[in-house]
């Protein structure tokens, strides 16, 4: 599914984004070949199944995959709309329409579920996750495809999509290896607390970081011209995101136990050494975000494809090697050095290319570092002592993290403490002014 929805986009998104002023010929040729695609990978997707399934021994994967795969055609006639609202900034509306399907398709999901419908509520969460958002952008978007396919826009947006469409394809390929790796080497229990530590890590690894990727493509091509102004805002947003993410990671990795109870049930208890190790990757995630964009805005996307093929040569070589020498711990460790090799490399693109030294880079966030995993040591420490339950524990221990951390950002004022203040209180008196 990801492969295929690689293929889809095939990179012109971003094209479109990074070209100042696209055409409606350029909109309505990267709309309908987006739904060529998704209609051809389906098709492959639909013959696949058999094989896949019985790749991974699961007779029922073959059912769910041709349903699922309904997905990839509905996300394609809503590519286009989202992409007008995120090179305008209307993330709102995006906002909007994701949390309304999320909702909808929660109530759903839970629903099927205890009437025992299985996996296939996650189907139709799924679906239903896809198709309101698609329905929304369809009624409030002005914008509608003209019945025309322009082969000189699609060279021109070839030129610049075809290297981001390899790097994503990389990227999402070398991602899904650990799993396809432990579906195919470990059994299903295995896989499945596999994924859910890692799929609750990247909740919160990209919750924030989530956000501003979205944002940050978009802003750094309108400056893309201005590196001096690009290299300045890249310094404010490593540092903010540092100090708001690196607190939230080691908060949950010190709580791990009492939340995978608390959400998951004591069943989902071995997942916990794994989501644990993949919050020290997640460290790396968070940052990667913000610099990983700013390359392909400058119209480097060639540099992006070449430094893709490095870092994800070098991870699978840890990931695999790990594996196989040292089994899932190894696995997991070398998920985590190749999470912090990708971030180093980005720092040296940003550094060599936008001009904002990656030493600088180290500096801005290793006090944050610092401070949030020694904050994390101290609670970890104390809540040793404690003799209460593991939920009071664990209430108490977020009690003294988040006071330490916020003592040692009043004492020593870093620059991301001041800005994120600063933004907090203008939100605030916003809303305030707004009420009265």
């Known amino acids: 599914m990801v492969i295929a929805d690689t293929f ?86 995006i906002a909007k329409a994701n949390i ?30 896809a198709l309101i958002p698609c329905i929304s952008f369809w009624v409030t978007s002005k914008w509608r495809p003209s019945f025309v396919f322009s082969t000189d826009s699609f060279k021109q947006l070839f030129g610049f999509g075809f290297y981001m469409f ?17 579906g195919r080497f470990y059994n299903p229990s295995t896989m499945g607390y596999y994924s859910k530590a890692h799929d609750t890590e990247r909740l919160a690894s990209t919750s924030i970081s989530g956000v501003m990727t979205s944002v940050t493509f978009p802003l750094y091509s309108q400056i893309q011209n201005d590196k001096e102004r690009m290299a300045y805002l890249v310094k404010r947003m490593t540092s903010t995101l540092a100090y708001l993410t690196f607190p939230l990671m080691f908060i949950l990795l010190l709580l791990a136990k009492p939340i995978f109870v608390l959400l998951y049930s004591d069943r989902w208890i071995q997942s916990v050494p794994y989501f644990q190790v993949l919050c020290i990757a997640g460290l790396a995630v968070c940052m990667q975000s913000v610099n990983l964009q700013t390359i392909p805005a400058i119209g480097k996307s060639n540099i992006m ?3 893709t093929i490095v870092k994800r040569t070098v991870g699978l070589l840890f990931i695999i090697g790990g594996l196989l020498l040292f089994g899932m711990k190894g696995l997991l ?6 999470s912090w090799f990708s971030y180093f490399v980005n720092a040296w693109l940003v550094s060599r290319y936008i001009g904002y030294n990656w030493k600088e880079q180290i500096m ?73």
């Open 8 to 93: 889809i986009d095939s990179g012109f998104g971003s094209s479109l984004i990074q070209k100042s002023n696209p055409s409606d010929n350029d909109y309505s040729t990267i709309f309908f070949w987006n739904l060529f695609m998704a209609v051809l990978m389906y098709f492959i997707l639909f013959y696949a199944a058999p094989p896949i399934s019985r790749f991974y021994n699961i007779p029922l994967l073959s059912s769910v995959l041709r349903v699922n795969g309904i997905v990839l055609i509905i996300n394609a006639f809503s590519i286009i709309q989202k992409n007008l609202l995120e090179k305008h900034l209307n993330f709102r509306r």
């Open 100 to 129: 309304l399907a999320s909702v909808i398709a929660l109530c759903v999901t839970v629903y099927m579920a205890y009437k025992g419908a299985g996996v296939w509520s996650l189907v139709t969460q799924n679906i239903i996750i």
């Open 166 to 182: 390899l790097t994503h394809l990389i990227n999402n390929v070398s991602g899904q290896v650990q799993g396809l790796l432990i």
């Open 305 to 307: 494809l070449f430094s």
């Open 333 to 338: 460790v070398g998920m985590v050095i190749n």
């Open 364 to 436: 801005d966030i290793l006090p944050i570092l610092l401070a949030s995993s020694g904050t994390a040591l101290t609670t970890y420490l104390i809540g040793m002592l404690l003799p209460l339950g593991m939920y009071f524990n664990a209430i108490i221990m977020l009690v003294i993290y988040a006071c330490i951390y916020f003592v040692w950002s009043v004492l020593f004022k870093p620059a991301s403490y001041i800005y994120t203040r600063t933004v907090l209180t203008e939100f605030i008196m916003r809303k305030i002014h707004k009420s009265f």
